[in-house]
């Protein structure tokens, strides 16, 4: 298993080898994931438990909300699996979670899980209603007073119906990145998303600043963590963002904040690194959104799939089923790094599924 490079060289990724990551995984809720087929990252019904139990199972192993492991209607198991994997086979310095506004906190003790006294975020359709600059400014001041037990932060997130703000969020801002998007199908619910993005831009309204913009469209993951790069650019933390194009969103974030504020971005502290899924996926562009930063960015892919496996549900992934999520392309990168094969992780991977 290898690291591709997406943008920039290889060198950020590079001079992590070997050293030890910290693990944060920030999770939350949105109403939007109860729109009717938006996203299927998750239990039919009960999708809300999709951030919950995969905090739950990455930190344990166990899913203590449910009885079983978040999976889509297909049957194709969360990507919490991959990144539990590569723990279980060279363990992450620390696992620290963000709540970030559960509807359900992970029943964990002993990890690290931060609270920010924040509610889950309302549908985009009728207007998610996040104070964003506070939201905003809660990322900055954890970014600049974090200080990650490990050698660098891997930061994920668990987010259902995410790519559906993201994607409203990059397009408030003014980025051409309607079908730049990744989704958790295969073929994607096209005409769903288009009708709720296009109620969603219709709420707002010519005078909105631009965290009014974001606090109506966007969700708190977005917003929180585009603070928290920002607020850890006063410190000589490296991060890379371990998702596709949701975390690309928040990048485009940081991007029209700093504009906004004239504030510059040291990018040489941060990178993006998603799963071969996302980047191969022909319905996104991960790639061009990153080319949309006004400042350079180094982002990588993990070379990894399940071609070593003939579980049908592991084979979906293959099939464009499902294709990121719970910080799976960091954490392939990680183990990638520190030495461990892609034979090693289907087997600990199918290991879950027996």
Sequence with gaps: MTIKTILGSSDFAEFLRGKRGTFLLALSNTKTANIEGITQAGIPGMLHLTPTLDAEFVCTGEVRSLGTIAETPKGVPTPALITRAVHLLNPFGDIELLNLGLEVT??????TCHNFGITPSGSIEEGANINAQELF?????????????????????????????????ALALGYDAMDKFSSSFRNAPKNIKSDVLQKALNLLETGDNL???????????????????????????????????QMAS?????????????????????????????????????????EMLDFPISAYYADFDFSLTSHPALKLYDEGEAKEGVG???????????????????????????
């Design 328 to 354: 799976a392309g960091g954490a392939l990168m990680y183990a990638s790094l520190n030495g461990v094969t892609k034979e090693e992780i289907t087997r600990k991977v199918e290991s879950f599924l027996q």
């Design 211 to 245: 965290f009014e913009k974001v606090g109506k469209v966007g969700d708190n993951m977005l917003i929180f963590n585009a603070g928290f790069i920002m607020g850890s650019q006063s410190r000589d933390t490296k991060i890379i963002l371990a998702g596709g194009t």
């Design 106 to 111: 992970p029943n964990v003790s002993y990890f």
């Design 250 to 290: 928040v990048l485009l974030m940081v991007n029209s904040i700093a504009k906004h504020t004239a504030q510059s971005i040291d990018s040489t502290k941060i990178s993006l690194c998603t799963t071969k899924w996302v980047f191969e996926d022909p319905n996104s562009d991960i790639k061009g959104l990153l």
């Design 137 to 169: 400014e809660k990322g900055v001041r954890f970014g600049q007073n974090y200080a990650p037990s490990g050698d660098y932060v891997i930061l994920g997130e668990s987010v259902p119906s995410g790519t559906t703000t993201a994607t409203a969020t």
